[in-house]
């Protein structure tokens, strides 16, 4: 089974402290993948500063030095990967970029750029901001040859007509009408690849992650967790795990505990070998 851990919205505002703090230790046992926002725009997501939030300004990845040289140094070392997490994220009216917003393919384009020159990497997974993407956005990933985190779906974007995508959402179909809510595998359509992500928030319990986990054991999957980090030291409601990162650090310990369990960054399970399949 394939562990990997996406954690969203890494931007001009993060601190390397911030990031050092949640992922210092874990990343002394497997990389995590950083969803990195190029060109941050203050409007109402929750993991802005306060001061900050509907200013509408836009804050370019480059203007913190102290993060770039941590983010340079940290993916040079394998601790880290850099993936892409929209252009400035936040749209007006709360409209979502990649699902409303135009202009998607040179976005994902000068993002890519932008971000692979400034911290010296190959960006290969694209995560859309809010987890919210549609066709226009798919299309303009898959023709910046990237792969998704996240899972599109028929109404968002994935081709009807192709029969990867009929078979797909038929696999899917199949295991909710089981009541299985998980997708412990990568799914393969025509042009990408995706891979769900599992969310650790406030509202998430250990339990519920470590069901999908074990069912992704079960079948030689894969299991992604999906994190942010400024949410980290928030309470949760479960009695097994008090916080944020308290509960991922009890999936970090089983993950590292169990010898069938590969640790990789989240682009390399993308990338990824026929292992990780429905029916392994
Ligand atoms: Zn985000």
């Given at each position: ?271 990824g070998t026929s292992a990780v399949t429905p029916h392994a």
């Amino acid at each position: 089974m394939y562990f990997c851990i996406r954690d969203d919205d890494t931007s001009f505002f993060t601190s390397p402290g911030e990031l050092e703090q949640a992922y210092g230790e874990v990343t002394k046992h497997g990389p995590v993948s950083l969803a990195i926002i190029p060109f941050c725009r203050a409007g109402m997501s929750r993991g802005l500063p306060k001061d900050y939030r509907e200013r509408w300004s836009v804050h370019p990845l480059a203007d913190n030095r102290a993060l770039v040289e941590y983010l340079r140094h940290g993916i040079a070392a394998g601790r880290y990967e850099a993936m892409l997490h929209g252009y400035h994220h936040d749209e007006p009216e709360n409209r979502r970029e990649f699902l409303e917003g135009s202009d998607l393919e040179r976005k994902i384009l000068d993002g890519k750029q932008y971000l692979e020159e400034l911290l010296n990497t190959t960006i290969r997974v694209f995560v859309p901001p809010h987890n919210a993407i549609g066709k226009n956005g798919l299309k303009a990933v898959t023709a910046a040859g990237l792969q998704l985190g996240g899972v599109a779906g028929m109404r968002h974007g994935w081709p009807w007509l192709s029969p990867e995508s009929v078979k797909t959402w038929w696999e899917l179909r199949r295991r909710r009408r089981q009541g299985l809510p998980g997708v412990p595998y990568v799914l393969h359509l025509a042009d990408h690849r995706e891979i769900a992500g599992n969310p650790l928030t406030p509202r998430t319990t250990f339990k519920q992650s470590l069901r999908l986990f074990d069912e992704a054991t079960g079948i030689g999957g894969v299991f992604c967790a999906a994190t942010h980090y400024w949410e980290f030291n928030h309470p949760t409601q479960d009695p097994d795990a008090r916080t944020v990162g308290e509960h991922l650090y009890k999936l970090v310990r089983r993950a590292v505990a169990d010898p069938t369990v590969r640790w990789r960054s989240v682009g390399a399970v993308l990338a990824g070998t026929s292992a990780v399949t429905p029916h392994a």
